[in-house]
């Protein structure tokens, strides 16, 4: 099992920046760094959108809109994944919650972007991110 602690959200102003943070409590610490993770936000009206994934190895890929502005990474030795925000506009106010996909045995290292909301196993309570102009 595997749960899912959101933190950093807030109120900022366009242009500003922010850092999530995701603390994961599992079983085990290999399934935590063998996991693919990610980054999703669901704004009011509209359905959940990927906005960065990070596989085992550190590989990373991003949602168009916010590619060169967002950075997502993990430090698999405190279990927690970031995700660094900057030059934030108004259409980057939503709910951000992370997800886990852990490897599926026998193999031991998830090592794909998986950018579907139904691929991933746990997810957070997440965190609301609001922009203002």
């Known amino acids: 099992q595997v749960q899912l602690v959101e933190s950093g959200g807030g109120s900022v102003q366009a242009g500003g920046s922010l850092r999530l943070s995701c603390v994961a409590s599992?079983?085990?610490?290999?399934?935590?760094?063998?996991?693919?993770m990610a980054w999703f936000r669901q704004a009011p009206g509209k359905e959940r959108e990927g906005v960065a994934f990070?596989?085992?190895?550190?590989?990373?890929n991003y949602a168009d809109s916010v590619k060169d502005r967002f950075t997502i990474s993990r430090d698999n030795a405190k279990n927690t994944l970031y995700l660094q925000m900057n030059s934030l506009n108004l259409e980057d106010t939503a709910m951000y919650y992370c997800?886990?996909?852990?490897?599926?045995?026998?193999?031991?290292?998830?090592?794909?972007?998986?950018?579907?909301?139904?691929?991933?196993?746990?997810w957070g309570q997440g965190t609301q991110v609001t922009v203002s102009s």
């Open positions: 997800a886990v996909r852990p490897p599926s045995l026998p193999i031991t290292h998830c090592s794909a972007i998986y950018p579907h909301h139904y691929e991933y196993n746990y």
């Open positions: 599992v079983a085990s610490e290999y399934t935590y760094s063998g996991s693919c």
């Open positions: 990070i596989d085992s190895s550190g590989s990373t």
